[in-house]
């Protein structure tokens, strides 16, 4: 079956530092992947996304390559703000999709950010 | 403006009391759906819809019912609430159920069954 695995956290940070959350993958086929993002008290919301190999999605200076070769869909951004404090939830999508957009989604990683 | 809401964003009740709880978007998506997100555990998809009168189970459908007879209102049904369906509960739509589109979330729904 699909899964996705992704760091625990919390990850505790402080302002402008670089910012890592590790998502690796099983699925077959070729997934979508995409990364959410939960602030506090408010539903997820889309951050980025990619569709096939190689790909990079970006949004709000966060990125994140589709690898194939590692199952990886990495997030990174270069200075982190406080504002970026939410949890993140790595989640695919398989394809062929015979499952409905069915989402499958990581436990969530936690990020605090200090001034 | 476009978006998908729920109600009530809060609930307690008992164990057994039949409750539903609406979900409804204004965006003319096709698809819907409704997780959970439990500790650790991320969000589990509970039932989707693909279309009007067209639902399917996802994960963890044992204990929930679903119904989509309009478009825009996917409400999630749980006719007898146990304390293990104590959750925080999502409500989701898409354009198509395809693997490609964002799927646009509600604020929650936080259950309490005791």
């Known amino acids: 079956g699909n899964s996705v695995t992704q760091m625990e956290g919390p990850v505790t940070l402080s302002e402008e530092a670089f910012l890592t959350i590790n998502c690796t993958y099983t699925?077959?086929?070729?997934?979508?992947l995409f990364w959410y993002v939960q602030y506090p008290g408010e539903g997820l919301q889309l951050l980025l996304k990619?569709?096939?190999?190689?790909d990079k999605g970006s949004n709000k200076g966060f990125e994140a390559t589709y690898r194939k070769e590692t199952t990886s869909f990495h997030l990174e951004k270069g200075s982190v703000q406080v504002s970026d404090s939410a949890v993140y939830f790595c989640?695919?999508?398989?394809?062929?999709?015979?499952?409905?957009?069915?989402?499958?989604f990581g436990g969530g990683t936690r990020l605090m950010v200090k001034p | 403006e476009a978006q998908v809401t729920q109600n009530p964003r809060y609930l307690i009740t008992v164990t057994g009391k039949k409750l539903t709880v609406t979900c409804s978007q204004n965006?003319?998506?096709?698809?819907m759906s409704w997780y959970r997100q439990d500790p650790g555990l991320g969000l589990r998809q509970i039932y989707y819809s693909m279309n009007v009168e067209v639902t399917d189970k996802g994960d963890v459908p044992e204990g929930y019912k679903v119904s989509r007879k309009e478009k825009r209102n996917f409400p999630l049904i749980l006719e007898s609430p146990s304390p293990n369906q104590t959750s925080l509960y999502f409500c989701?739509?898409?354009?198509?159920?395809?693997?490609?589109?964002?799927?646009?979330f509600g604020p929650g729904t936080r259950l309490t069954v005791l």
């Open positions: 989701a739509s898409s354009l198509r159920g395809l693997a490609d589109n964002e799927q646009f």
């Open positions: 965006m003319n998506h096709e698809y």
């Open positions: 989640a695919l999508s398989p394809r062929p999709n015979n499952a409905g957009n069915m989402l499958t």
């Open positions: 699925a077959t086929g070729y997934p979508s």
């Open positions: 990619a569709t096939k190999a190689d």
